[in-house]
């Protein structure tokens, strides 16, 4: 998984808890992105990350926040879990400035229900 | 209309055969193509990244973009057991910092 690590692998919480994501690399990348997995809807981007403190919002970005304090570090916070959350979430991460910058490489992912 | 179209299947074929997967897509700004194959229970991983049009063969799979039609295809040759997983086709245009992904192909290569 391109040295790409998620904690917790599984995790069970209940409606309006807040929950943290890991994502941690070991690469050195610059780009780093969450995503969640639904059946239906296959992949859909909900923050990513351009550099240290620099973050921005994908297409589902509502109920999540995310931070990055160090470049190998990303977290996703659900700051009050609802149960349309339940899903599976895949931190990726990406090269700058070759050309298979828009190569993204995928961590193992978490599955999360939220009850 | 989603900007990436892919059938979800499920696709169901017996060992050995050709496997040909789809893609569509409405951005004609797109120039880099990507597939990843996806187990079950796992990340998503690459499978084959090409630029622009043409084909490129790696072992039993070639991947082939048609940009005037805006298509792209995953072929795969002498299909086995093991491949079978879910298939996610994904592009993005230059300089873009983030990638498109179709909704996922189920197949099955039954022995």
């Known amino acids: 998984d391109a040295g790409i690590t998620q904690s917790p692998r599984h995790k069970v919480t209940e409606t309006g808890t807040p929950v943290t994501l890991r994502c941690h690399q070991t690469?050195?990348?610059?780009?780093m992105y969450w995503y969640r997995q639904d059946p239906g809807h296959g992949l859909r981007l909900i923050h990513y990350?351009?550099?240290?403190?620099?973050?921005d919002k994908g297409e589902v970005s509502d109920g999540y926040s995310v931070s990055r304090s160090k470049t190998e570090d990303f977290l996703l916070t659900l700051e009050s879990a609802t149960s349309s959350q339940t899903s599976v979430y895949f931190c990726?991460?990406?090269?700058?400035?070759?050309?298979?910058?828009?190569?993204?490489?995928f961590g193992p992912g978490t599955r999360l229900l939220v009850l | 209309q989603k900007e990436v179209e892919q059938d979800p299947g499920p696709l169901s074929v017996p060992e050995g055969a050709i496997v040909s997967l789809n893609c569509t897509y409405s951005n004609s700004a797109f120039q880099y193509f990507m597939w990843y194959r996806q187990y079950s229970r796992k990340g998503p991983e690459l499978l084959m990244y090409?630029?622009?049009?043409g084909n490129k063969e790696d072992g039993r799979f070639t991947a082939q973009v048609d940009k005037s039609s805006k298509y792209i295809s995953l072929f795969i040759r002498d299909s086995q057991p093991s491949d079978s997983a879910t298939y996610l086709c994904a592009m993005s245009g230059k300089g873009a910092q983030k990638l498109v992904f179709g909704q996922g192909t189920r197949l099955t290569i039954n022995p």
């Open positions: 090409t630029y622009s049009s």
């Open positions: 990726a991460i990406s090269e700058a400035g070759r050309t298979t910058q828009e190569t993204q490489y």
């Open positions: 990350s351009y550099g240290v403190k620099d973050t």
């Open positions: 690469e050195n990348h610059r780009y």
